[in-house]
C-alpha cells in the first residue's frame, strides 16, 4: 500500500476438482481484500453476475471464498454495482450485508469516485471537456439510446473526460481518454462517446468497426477498449478511504506505452 492506493493485484487459481465441483479453471485477480471488502481486476468479456450454472465473475468469488474461508459455494455475496461484460476493471463485492448497504449507500449518494480509462476513435477537439446528454435503456433491447430531455424516459448523463494521449494505430486514428461519470446510466461511456463522433475501440454495439482483442463468434465474450481504472471509497466499516487502482491488460499496452 502507497498513499492509501492499493494497485499490486495477487492471484487466486482455482482448477477443475473436488474441491471445486464442476467449476472450470481460471485465475482471480485480487487487488484488494480487508474484513468485508474483496476487489477484484475483472477481465473483459465475463459476466458481473448471471443465472446458475453459467461462468460469471461473481460466480468465481463464490468458489475463491468457498476455498480461501470455508464458505458455502451458493453462500452469501453483495453485489452492489457492475461492469458490462465486454469491460476490464475494478468491481467491489461485500462478503456481509451491512457491509454491501453501506457500500450501496455510498454508490446511491455518488461518494465514490470511479475513473474510466478507454480507447476511442479519432482525435477529440479538446484537451479536456463535458458531455451533457439524456439517454434511456432501450425497451427488451440489452442498450441504450439517447432522446429528447423531455422524453418520459429521460435521464440525465453526464461525464467528464481528459485526453492522455493521441495516437495513430492500425492507420488510424486514435485518442485515449481517462473518464468520471457524474452519473451513472447503463452503457453511458459506451453511447456517449459514440454519440460525440468517438466510439470506444472494439465496441460494435455503438459504432466502432475495428475488432480488439481475441475474436470470438459471439459477440458478447468480445472485448471493448474500455477499462474501470480505479475507484475510490470510504470503507463500510473502518470508515477509512481506500483507493484501489487496476492494472490494464496487457492488451492495451500499445495505447498507454508510458502508464
Known amino acids: 500500500m502507497e498513499n492509501?492506493?492499493?494497485?499490486?493485484p495477487t492471484v487466486f487459481h482455482a482448477e477443475?476438482?473436488?474441491?471445486?465441483?464442476?467449476?472450470?479453471?481460471?485465475d482471480l485477480s485480487i487487488l484488494y481484500e480487508n474484513g468485508p471488502c474483496l476487489a477484484i481486476?475483472?477481465?473483459?468479456?465475463?459476466?458481473?453476475?448471471?443465472?446458475?450454472?453459467?461462468?460469471?465473475?461473481?460466480?468465481?468469488v463464490k468458489i475463491f471464498l468457498s476455498q480461501q474461508e470455508g464458505r458455502p459455494e451458493n453462500g452469501y455475496l453483495g453485489v452492489p454495482h457492475r461492469l458490462d461484460r465486454p469491460v476490464s476493471g475494478v468491481i467491489l463485492f461485500g462478503k456481509h450485508s451491512r457491509a454491501t448497504r453501506r457500500l450501496s449507500e455510498q454508490f446511491e449518494a455518488r461518494t465514490i469516485d470511479k475513473t474510466y480509462w478507454a480507447v476511442v476513435h479519432g482525435h477529440l477537439a479538446t484537451e479536456s471537456g463535458t458531455w451533457a446528454d439524456y439517454m434511456r435503456k432501450m425497451p427488451n433491447q440489452a442498450r441504450a439510446e439517447i432522446i429528447s430531455p423531455i422524453h418520459p424516459d429521460a435521464r440525465e448523463a453526464i461525464l467528464h473526460f481528459t485526453v492522455l494521449r493521441r495516437l495513430e494505430w492500425g492507420g488510424l486514428p486514435f485518442s485515449t481518454l481517462e473518464v468520471k461519470l457524474e452519473t451513472g446510466r447503463m452503457h453511458q461511456i459506451r453511447l456517449q462517446a459514440s454519440t460525440h463522433g468517438h466510439p470506444i475501440l472494439g465496441d460494435a454495439t455503438y459504432g466502432s468497426s475495428t475488432p480488439f482483442g481475441s475474436h470470438f463468434n459471439d459477440e458478447r465474450r468480445r472485448e471493448i477498449a474500455l477499462h474501470a481504472r480505479s475507484i475510490s471509497f470510504t470503507h463500510p466499516m473502518t470508515r477509512e478511504?481506500?483507493?484501489?487502482?487496476a492494472p490494464l491488460p496487457e492488451l492495451w499496452t500499445p495505447f498507454f506505452l508510458d502508464s
Not at 492509501?4 to 499490486?8: I, L, N, R, S, W
Not at 477443475?16 to 481460471?26: K, P, Y
Open 41 to 60: 481486476n475483472k477481465p473483459a468479456g465475463l459476466l458481473t453476475q448471471a443465472p446458475r450454472g453459467i461462468d460469471s465473475l461473481e460466480r468465481r
Open 4 to 8: 492509501g492506493k492499493y494497485e499490486k
Open 241 to 245: 478511504p481506500v483507493q484501489i487502482m
Open 16 to 26: 477443475n476438482n473436488a474441491t471445486v465441483s464442476d467449476a472450470e479453471s481460471f
